[in-house]
């Protein structure tokens, strides 16, 4: 259970504004050690924002702040000292090569000379670097120039973690050696502030997860609990003649018609037995159907239901790879 565990990240009343625009209106953040949060939200809607925040690059409007057991107030070093960042401009120096930039951080942390070896060799074998530690990240593609930043920012042993949207762009093989490599620092008893475009990134990584949409926490929980927060699935029926879908929507009491896209959904918890009992009144009314897929709800549904808008803005491309690579998706089977 982490209700017991000590609070690694306090924040209350959190407030900033660029000129008119009020970026973070009010947010509090509680998350404990060992823990991983998720920030979850569109472009724009204050994530990065927050992250600088608590990690000290800039400074809020308003409210408290203690990440580490360090007030922000009073201790602003001790808090950057227990911390790491990586955010989406990366910390990488592309005069130096992939191994040189480690060292760098290994001197910055004042590790002795074999020690900075010695974790830099680890690191780099850690997130499969060897062979590239001798060339520019120039050389790098953007998923090695990720775990380079993430294996430098592991240099300080930092107790708290803040990763900005750290798999953003990468293809699906590395986002999952980028999961696994957050879980085991968790396993460890780091604690991660994790923000994310990413619906099932979110889903998969994160204990609790924060909806943020326009500067406003709109809702947080467990994911079960966000799910729970919506009404259950639906059943979706996709029809080739406007006169089907009209003899659909008078058959299914309840119902919600799309007549643009010639579909109808019908709420439905998606299990075998309302499954049947569809396609029995169908069978029965000689309503033809072109296909029907069923459609259990997911954090996007409660993203849409809360905000009125989608969470995710990535391009069809990523969404493509990511469906492709995904062992679970929330459209299931086609029956017919
Ligand atoms: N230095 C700044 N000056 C003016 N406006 C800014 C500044 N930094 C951020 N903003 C604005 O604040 C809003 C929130 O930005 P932020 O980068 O925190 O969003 P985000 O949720 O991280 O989005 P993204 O996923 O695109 O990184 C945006 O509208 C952005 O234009």
């Known amino acids: 259970m982490t209700l017991d565990r000590p609070t690694a990240i306090a924040a209350t009343g959190l407030r900033k504004s660029y000129g008119e625009q009020t970026v973070l209106d009010g947010i509090d953040i509680t998350v404990p050690e060992g823990t991983i949060f998720s920030l979850l939200g569109p472009n724009g809607a204050g994530k990065t924002t927050a992250v600088q925040i608590l990690s000290t690059l800039i400074e809020a409007d308003g409210g408290s702040i203690s990440v580490a057991g360090h007030d922000l107030a009073t201790d602003a070093d001790g ?24 060292l760098l951080m290994a001197d910055l942390h004042h590790l002795d000379r074999d020690e900075g070896r010695r974790r830099t060799a680890e690191l780099l074998e850690r997130f499969d670097l060897v062979e ?101 699935g639906h059943i979706r029926l996709q029809f080739t003649e406007p006169e089907e879908l009209d003899q659909a929507a008078r058959t299914f009491a309840g119902s919600t018609r799309d007549d643009a896209a010639l579909s109808l959904q019908i709420p439905s918890d998606g299990d075998v037995r309302s499954l049947r009992a569809v396609l029995d009144h169908l069978d029965v009314a000689s309503i033809e159907v072109a296909s029907l897929t069923v459609h ?27 469906a492709a690579d995904s062992s679970e998706s929330s459209e299931k089977e086609t029956v017919r």
Do not use: C
Request: hydrophobic fraction near 40%.
């Open 79 to 102: 808090l950057r000292g227990a911390i790491g960042v990586t955010g989406q401009f990366s910390a990488v120096d592309n005069l130096l090569t992939g191994e040189e930039n480690l």
């Open 296 to 322: 259990t709800p997911d954090l996007d549904d409660v993203f849409l239901a809360l905000t009125g808008h989608p969470a995710e803005t990535r391009s069809s491309v990523e969404a493509g790879n990511e």
């Open 132 to 232: 590239a530690s001798k060339k520019n990240p120039m050389t790098y593609s953007g998923g090695m120039r990720r775990k380079l930043d993430l294996a430098m920012t592991l240099m300080g042993d930092p107790r708290v973690i803040f990763l900005d949207e750290p798999t953003t762009g990468l293809d699906p093989r590395t986002r999952r050696i980028m999961w696994d490599a957050i879980r085991n620092l968790v396993a460890g008893g780091v604690t991660i502030f994790l923000t994310t475009q990413y619906l099932e990134e979110a889903d998969e990584l994160a204990d609790r997860i924060a909806l943020l949409d326009h500067g406003k926490i709109v809702a947080e929980g467990t994911a079960e609990e966000l799910k729970r927060l919506i009404p259950g």
